[in-house]
């Protein structure tokens, strides 16, 4: 019954801020999934079965590969929820690991758990902090505590799958190394009798890490960089590991991302994995994170909120003043700028325009625009790096025209985001969110003086002749074309 209160109270609360269009949305795209993964712990069980086959390999990995330290900055820690989260990372089947528990709870409970499992097993390292010095300098003093080539972050609460050191070390050696890696994760329930709600990834795509914290867990990275950045940062507690992850990834030469689920998040009442409103100064701490990240970078933009806790809104600077349009007729009149329409059923060539600031390509017409559409991709594309910037499109019927796809995602539960109606963000709220992808949307803008040289392409060979050249393509959910009826 208090549960059923507790709901309610977030549903009204939603529904006061974000309206109850949106909350009936939210309600429907959850179930929906849910639905599309009942098979899911079925597959988990295939893959860990595969993992459990692979253990002679990984006895074997063991004497050559890596060595793992495990960072756990721990805090009167459920005596149950410590020792299986101690257990998780002891039975790997990878065993080249040591595990650096630091401790500021006020209390021994922890510290009695920790000392009679390093009385048991070396690899075991625990130290009782004089204070409780906060999330970040807890990390940062187990962090002092570690001597292995990678470190790892894991929650006081939360597990390893078996497999989870060694498919990371299996990866990291078929790859000839990487400054970090990162894995799939899913959600646990209390007593670990039911995983739930997989978190499968795309592969690096530093566009999506400005949107949310997608790398998360389970996270390695060379110890060296880990110290040479200066580790955790208190001014981020709540959202340390975010802060941490987009410094560690300013200075990674190669991020490696390991389609695996191999970590499980423990859900209860006061984890944000169940109630996100729970810690709210953790998405506060997240969005400043990024701000910090963007100003380090000199990409001038900010991080706004979104209707999702923890998810945000990118809005990039661009020079000069606003350009409010509602249609393409309507860019005859902007200097710099031409529009070409393409046959998107025929996928035909079509003649690549020359002298051009920007080219604006689409197969819509009859259009209808978002106010600030343009000053979105504009804005998006001027950054350097970016060669096409695509909008986010509607067709007649009201629903998403084009799929939204990033690399490396191997989600086998998951449809296309194509066909979604406006008020729904799809999985983990891509539809919404500013990202690199794969195959453009039916409405994007490209750099001009990329196309020079170009005679006649089609969209597809348009896209790779730009990527070729080194640059990247992006999706802008915030510039929006409605197709007319």
């Not at 529904?15 to 109850?20: E, I, K, L, S, T």
């Not at 890596?66 to 065993?95: D, H, N, R």
């Not at 990033?406 to 979604?420: E, H």
């Amino acid at each position: 019954m208090i549960q059923i209160f507790r709901l309610c109270g977030r549903g009204l609360r939603y529904v006061r801020q974000y309206g109850p269009i949106q909350l009936y949305y939210k309600i429907k795209e959850r179930s929906e999934r849910n639905q599309a993964e009942a098979g899911y712990e079925t597959w988990l069980e295939e893959q860990m079965e595969e993992e459990q086959e692979a253990s002679s390999r990984a006895a074997e990995l063991s004497e050559t590969g890596p060595l793992f330290s495990i960072l756990v900055p721990a805090y009167e820690t459920q005596p149950l929820f410590l020792c299986q989260m101690i257990e998780s990372v002891l039975g790997q089947s990878y065993k080249n690991l040591e595990l650096c528990i630091a401790d500021g709870s006020l209390s021994d409970r922890v510290k009695l758990i920790a000392e009679e499992y390093a009385g048991k097993d070396f690899r075991v390292h625990y130290k009782k902090l004089e204070q409780n010095l906060g999330i970040s300098e807890n990390t940062n003093a187990a962090l002092s505590m570690a001597e292995g080539d990678y470190v790892g972050l894991l929650d006081h609460d939360d597990l390893l799958l078996p497999g989870a050191l060694y498919e990371t070390a299996r990866a990291l050696k078929e790859s000839g190394g990487a400054d970090a890696a990162y894995t799939d994760e899913d959600k646990v329930n209390m007593d670990l009798s039911r995983h739930f709600q997989p978190h499968f990834k795309p592969d690096f795509n530093a566009e999506y890490l400005l949107s949310n914290n997608y790398i998360c867990h389970f996270f390695v990275v060379k110890r060296g960089l880990a110290l040479e950045i200066g580790g955790f940062r208190s001014d981020f507690d709540g959202a340390q590991d975010y802060d941490f992850i987009l410094r560690c990834t300013e200075k990674a030469e190669k991020v490696l991302h390991i389609p695996r689920i191999l970590y499980s998040w423990r859900c209860h009442e006061q984890s944000t994995a169940a109630n996100p409103e729970s810690k709210l100064y953790a998405y506060e701490a997240g969005k400043r994170a990024v701000n910090a990240h963007l100003k380090r970078m000199g990409i001038p933009g900010e991080a706004l909120d979104t209707s999702s806790y923890g998810f945000h809104r990118i809005r990039f600077f661009g020079k000069g003043s606003k350009i409010l349009i509602n249609s393409f007729a309507n860019l005859n009149g902007q200097t710099g700028i031409k529009v070409v329409y393409y046959d998107k059923a025929c996928n035909n060539s079509v003649t690549i325009p020359q002298n051009s600031d920007y080219v604006l390509f689409t197969c819509v017409r009859n259009e209808k625009l978002s106010g600030n559409f343009l000053e979105e991709l504009l804005a998006c594309c001027g950054r350097p790096k970016i060669g096409i910037v695509c909008a986010r499109v509607y067709d007649r019927k009201g629903r998403l025209s084009s799929d939204i796809r990033m690399a490396g995602v191997q989600d086998p539960f998951g449809g296309s985001i194509k066909g979604l109606k406006e008020g729904e963000t799809g999985y983990f709220h891509r539809a919404v969110l500013h990202q690199e992808i794969t195959a453009p949307t039916d409405c994007f803008l490209v750099k001009g003086r990329l196309l020079e040289g170009a005679g006649k392409l089609t969209v597809k060979e348009l896209c790779a002749y730009i990527r070729k050249q080194g640059y990247r393509m992006v999706y802008n959910p915030w510039a929006v074309v409605y197709e007319g009826r």
